[in-house]
């Protein structure tokens, strides 16, 4: 059975920093696409950053240099880091794994990020 479970959102000031951990079990990340999708209040779900099976990158051009993708094989993680925070950045995020076995993809929970103003 595959889980996924967020950690690390909560409320921070504009220009603050937060980073999500994603800890999976049943599934490995290493050898997966991975990725982080958000949905801001009234919106529609928006990738944020994806990473392929191979390392490639993929950013939102709204983070870009701000946000990084990353992933450790050794726990089984997956993080993003987010520098220089906006009040845009508010919604909830979710971790994303794809896996390359079964076509499906699988999604954490969600979690809140808050960037007051």
């Known amino acids: 059975q595959v889980r996924l479970v967020e950690t690390g959102g909560g409320l921070v000031q504009a220009g603050g920093s937060l980073r999500l951990a994603c800890a999976a079990s049943?599934?490995?990340?290493?050898?997966?696409?991975i990725g982080w999708i958000r949905q801001a209040p009234g919106k529609e779900r928006k990738l944020v950053a994806r990473?392929?099976?191979?390392?490639?990158?993929v950013y939102a051009d709204s983070v870009k240099g701000r946000f990084t993708i990353s992933r450790t094989a050794n726990t089984n993680t997956m993080y993003l880091q987010m520098n220089s925070l906006e009040p845009e950045d508010t919604a909830v995020y979710y971790c994303?794994?794809?896996?390359?076995?079964?076509?499906?993809?699988?999604w954490g929970q969600g979690i809140q990020v808050t960037v007051s103003s």
């Open positions: 994303l794994v794809e896996s390359a076995t079964s076509d499906r993809s699988y």
């Open positions: 049943g599934i490995a990340v290493a050898f997966n696409a």
């Open positions: 990473m392929g099976r191979s390392g490639e990158i």
